[in-house]
Nanobody, 124 residues
Framework: QVQLAESGGGWVQAGGSLRLSCAASERTFSRYAMGWFRQAPGKKREFVAAISWNGGATYYSDSVKGRFTISRDNAKSTVYLQMNSLKPEDTAVYYC?????????????????WGRGTQVTVSS
């Protein structure tokens, strides 16, 4: 059982930045693909970014491409989401997810483990 804990959410004005972190309990973290998803009030959860087991491959949704960067530190069992040029429409609860595998995955149904989420609020 992999436990994931997100942190780094908060309130920020439009144009600002935040960095989310997701710490995993798994010692073999390097064998897991990781992803970030978000869910705004009244909306379905949507894919944000994904990263392969060694960080060699990443993928972003069109809505965040060029503004967000996903990265990971396998020595610290942590994945990050650097969010720049934030917009009010980025307001959501952000979740990290993990699954065993070497590729990256963009469907929420492909992930096995989920964190509880961290709130990000962007004001205009």
């Amino acid at each position: 059982q992999v436990q994931l804990a997100e942190s780094g959410g908060g309130w920020v004005q439009a144009g600002g930045s935040l960095r989310l972190s997701c710490a995993a309990s798994e010692r073999t973290f390097s064998r897991y693909a990781m992803g970030w998803f978000r869910q705004a009030p009244g909306k379905k959860r949507e894919f944000v970014a994904a990263i392969s087991w060694n960080g060699g491959a990443t993928y972003y949704s069109d809505s965040v491409k060029g503004r967000f960067t996903i990265s990971r530190d396998n020595a610290k069992s942590t994945v990050y989401l650097q969010m720049n040029s934030l917009k009010p429409e980025d307001t959501a609860v952000y979740y990290c997810a993990a699954r065993y595998g070497t590729a990256y995955y963009i469907s929420e149904y492909e992930y096995t483990y989920w964190g509880r989420g961290t709130q990000v609020t962007v004001s205009s």
